[in-house]
């Protein structure tokens, strides 16, 4: 069985110990982490517990937020605190790939979803794609990779659709490292389940490793090999969802485990 201190360097992709506040205000304490390449983590906490702190703080964006963050970030080798916007830029949505919380605000809804399949493709990689690489990336995340779709504006999407097309843009660059920031709450209980396959799906064929923040430990427990509980700013259990479930330590954890809905 593999655990986090038997993990080799080389199967390493990120490392993080991060502070981040807004202000004044303290909202990541000394939080820690790692990813192994190919490795589903969960990071499971209530709102406002940080979750989306540490998913915009990890991609060194967390300032246009008007946060602060000090401490570490270690990506395929590279410390990522020390490094300048434009290597960061070179970085984000290459090696990078981010699902954002909500498709409503991160899509501009009067773009086309050729224009911005395109957008995405030309900010790491020069020369146009054709249809038919627009077709196949669309069929990845089981969207229609039709002309008709293409031609449909980004408003126009279903929310499922909206964020079916948030997970394409994000894997467009062959990321070695997805962060999804709840990207199935705003779904219902059948596209949420679609979804959650979805991500398994890149997991298994593509070897994208997957930070997945979600406020909900069910949803995450059917594909997460690790599971990490954020309270209150800091990671307070760590385990396989297995452990988790069946023998949460920490109190907060312990109460997250009762609040779950039981079977009949
Ligand atoms: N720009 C900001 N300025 C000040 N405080 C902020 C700012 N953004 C977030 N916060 C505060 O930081 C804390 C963590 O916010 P964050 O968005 O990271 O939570 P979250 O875990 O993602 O919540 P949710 O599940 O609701 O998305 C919250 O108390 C929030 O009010
Ligand atoms: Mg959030």
Do not use: C
């Not at 949420?192 to 909900?216: M, P």
């Not at 997460?224 to 479930?245: K, M, Q, T």
């Amino acid at each position: 069985m593999s655990s986090g201190s038997s993990l080799s360097s080389a199967d390493e992709l990120l490392k993080y110990r991060l502070n981040a506040r807004y202000g004044a205000t303290p909202v990541l304490r000394e939080v820690e982490g790692r990813l192994a390449a190919g490795e589903i983590a969960a990071l499971v906490g209530l709102s406002g517990s940080g979750k989306s702190t540490l998913a915009l703080a990890l991609q060194r964006l967390l300032h246009y937020r008007g946060g602060r963050v000090d401490g570490s970030i270690v990506l395929e080798g590279t410390e990522l605190m020390g490094l300048s916007e434009s290597a960061m830029r070179s970085i984000r949505g290459r090696r990078i790939g981010y699902v954002p919380q909500s498709p409503g605000t991160a899509l501009n809804p009067k773009l086309r979803v050729r224009t911005l399949i395109d957008e995405t493709w030309s900010a790491h990689a020069r020369g146009r794609m054709d249809d038919a690489a627009r077709q196949t990336l669309l069929e990845r995340v089981q969207l229609p990779g039709t002309g008709a779709f293409l031609d449909q504006r980004a408003g126009e999407l279903s929310t499922g659709q909206g964020q079916r097309l948030l997970i394409a843009l994000a894997i467009l660059h062959g990321p070695a490292l997805l962060i999804a920031d709840e990207p199935t709450s705003a779904l219902d209980a059948i596209t949420q389940a679609a979804v959650l396959r979805l991500f398994a799906e890149l997991n298994r064929e593509l070897g994208t490793a997957i930070l997945f923040i979600s406020h909900d430990l069910l949803s995450v427990a059917s594909i997460a090999h690790r599971v990490d509980i954020l309270h209150e700013g800091s990671v307070v259990e760590s385990g396989p969802p297995g452990r988790i479930f069946g023998e949460p330590v920490h109190p907060f954890t312990r109460d997250l485990v009762d609040a779950m809905p039981k079977r009949p």
